[in-house]
Each structure stands twice: as structure tokens, then as C-alpha cells.
């Protein structure tokens, strides 16, 4: 038995970790042992823990309840918790998601205690070291034994890098093996999406059913912590709504919600005088599954949110200046807009006479998952 370490701490790590589980416990019980272990990176019951219990995930053996604190003393933090754990449990590799402080934590905690790393959603780039995002996932990737990249722009960006795609088994640090294999979202899309219609009752709640409706989330600290960059995304949306008659459903961010109290923003007071702008707090999976399958547009700077607005066929305007999802770009089923007005009023329209999209499979086939979980055997056995 394989016993590996898997440390999480967001709401999207969360939610990825759940397609390994369930091909772990559904096909791979007998060869793979999981250990979860939660950060506490995100400690809102919306944004952590009523997603354990909606999607059936088997709640983390260790929660180290971090929250929120500034980016150097959370990580350290975490580096010590994982550390702890890590000797305490000896894994044979540790598995970590995408590119938190959570990420880098035990990136950090694994290469120093020898613990060779599994990295899902490897060699993604923006080419933009200003992001904290970006700095954390080329220091994973380099700390990493095993690095599966759900994209062949992923996979060139590694080889671009020095990784070697002639490396053989068994893989090591010095030694790493580069898998394209899928994306693990693509998994739970597939799997959620049917399961979103059966039980979610969002929109009825939010009196929705039937009509057309723009979805946005914004949760970027340099979106939501830059007063002018935050004014004009939130400006140009609400005057979308209001000169199209189009309801918005705004899933707040709690760090956007506190942000915005917190300065008695003129701008919350006008949105809110939007009947159609509805700001509501943070929604589980599977109400931000049926969301995007029912919305008409999705705006947005999550990365994770661009590519389910893809696998659900949805337009998306991304919020931001770069994409990690280069190609849902060159493909039109994206467009960024940054946080400019102009160019967010003009990506709508654009979306708005744009009848016709084409979806590559550019994230497999929705087993990317039990690719993984028979690489980390192959190399660990």
C-alpha cells in the first residue's frame, strides 16, 4: 500500500482533490492510501467545509486552521504544520494542486524532508512574476518529482524550462517525469454537472429560472485590493445591467466583501441599488455548477472558473491582463478584458453577436485522474 500525503487548503484544491479521491476509492483502494491534510487556508464554512460534505469527500485527518494572515506568516505557518505531519506520517510522496501559499508550503516541506512531490496542474504560466501565483507554481514545479500538466501549452512550458521528456522510471527530483494528462476539473465537471441539477435549488432562490443572466466572480488581491481596478470592473458590469436589462449574479468573495464594507464604498451602495445586480454570499460547487451551466456569460478571474465557463460552453470574460489558458483564447472562447471598462463593454457585445464557438478537447477525455493515480503507483511501488 502507497500512503500519500495530500495537502490542500482552498476552495479549488478542494474541489480537484475530489477526483483523485473518488478514483482512489472507487478503483484504487487497494493499492493507494490518501491522507488529507487542510491547511486551513480558506476557513469559511461556504468556501471549505460545506464542500467536504457536499461532495462527498472524506473529511481531512488534519487541519491545521491556519486563516488568514499575511503572505510570509501564513506560509510559514503552514511549513511547519505540514512538516510535523509529514514526519508523523511518512508518506511516500506528498500531492499538492495549483499554485497557493498551500502549494508552495509543501513544495518547501516536502523537498526539505526528502518527500518526493506530486504536482496536478503543473506548468501552467502567466508570465507575470508579479503575481504571488505565479512565483508559487515555478517553485512546485521545480521542487517536484512527478508534474502532470492538464494542457499541451502546460507541457511545452516545462520543456521550455529544462524538464526532460526522455526521463525514465523511477522518477526523482534531479529526475522528474512531465505527464500531459488532463485536467482533474474536466473529471468533476463531467461527474457533477447531472448531480448540480438534481439538488441544487439555487435558481429558484435567486428567482431566476428561465431567464438570462451574467455570472462573475472576482477574488484577485490585485483586482480587489487596487480601489481603481476594482471601481472599473464593478462600473462597467452594472452598466452592462443596467443598459442591457440583464440581471448579474455576484458570488462575493468574503475578501471582496470586506474590502468594500470596510471603506463604505459609493460603489456597493449603487450596486445595490441595481435591482438586477445581485450580490449574494459564497456559493457551494454544485450552485456554482448550475450557475454556469444556466448563466449566459461568465466574467471572471479565476483560472478555475475560465475553464468550466469552457467545459460548460460559455463565453468568458477574463478579468485580468494574462491567462494561464492561453488557448481558450486563441480559440474565442475567451477574451481579456483586464479590469478596463472600454474593454470589458466591448468583449460583451462581442459575446452578445457571436453565435458560433468551437470546443476543442483541449483537457482530455475526463480520466485524468486514474492517469494519475496509475503514475504515482508505477513510480512508488
Known sequence: MIKILTVIGARPQIIKASALGRAIRDTYNKELEEIILHTGQHYDDNMSDSFFRE?????????????????????????????????????????????????????????????????????????NKNMPEEINRIVCDHCSTLL?????????????????????????????????????????????????????????????????FLLMTLHRDNNTDNPARLNAILESINEISLYEQIPVVFPIHPRTSALLDAA??????????????????PVSFLEMILLEKRCSMILTDSGGVQKEAFF???????????????????????????????????????????TRYSYPSFYGKGDAANFICREIISNFS
Open 148 to 212: 502532470f500538466t492538464p494542457t499541451l501549452a502546460g507541457y511545452n512550458n516545462l520543456l521550455r524550462e529544462g524538464f526532460n521528456q526522455d526521463n525514465e522510471a523511477p522518477f526523482s527530483i534531479n529526475k522528474p517525469g512531465i505527464f500531459h494528462c488532463g485536467d482533474v476539473m474536466y473529471d468533476n465537471t463531467l461527474y457533477f454537472s447531472g448531480v448540480a441539477e438534481a439538488t441544487s435549488g439555487i435558481m429558484n432562490k435567486l428567482n431566476l429560472p428561465g431567464k438570462e
Open 312 to 354: 460548460l460552453h460559455k463565453p468568458c470574460i477574463v478579468l485580468r491582463p494574462e491567462t494561464e489558458w492561453v488557448e481558450l483564447v486563441d480559440c474565442g472562447n475567451s477574451i481579456l478584458a483586464d479590469a478596463d471598462g472600454e474593454r470589458i463593454k466591448k468583449a460583451f457585445r462581442h459575446f452578445k453577436d457571436t
Open 264 to 281: 463604505k464604498h459609493l460603489l456597493l451602495k449603487q450596486l445595490k441599488e441595481n435591482p438586477l445586480f445581485k450580490i449574494i454570499p
Open 55 to 127: 461532495m462527498d469527500i472524506s473529511q481531512p485527518d488534519y487541519n491545521l486552521n491556519v486563516g488568514s494572515e499575511s503572505h510570509g506568516k501564513q506560509t510559514a505557518l503552514m511549513i511547519e504544520g505540514i512538516e510535523r505531519i509529514a514526519v508523523l506520517e511518512k508518506p511516500a510522496a506528498m500531492v499538492v494542486y495549483g499554485d497557493t501559499n498551500s502549494t508552495l508550503a509543501a513544495a518547501i516541506a516536502a523537498t526539505k524532508l526528502k518527500i518526493p512531490l506530486v504536482h496536478i496542474e503543473a506548468g501552467l504560466r502567466s508570465f
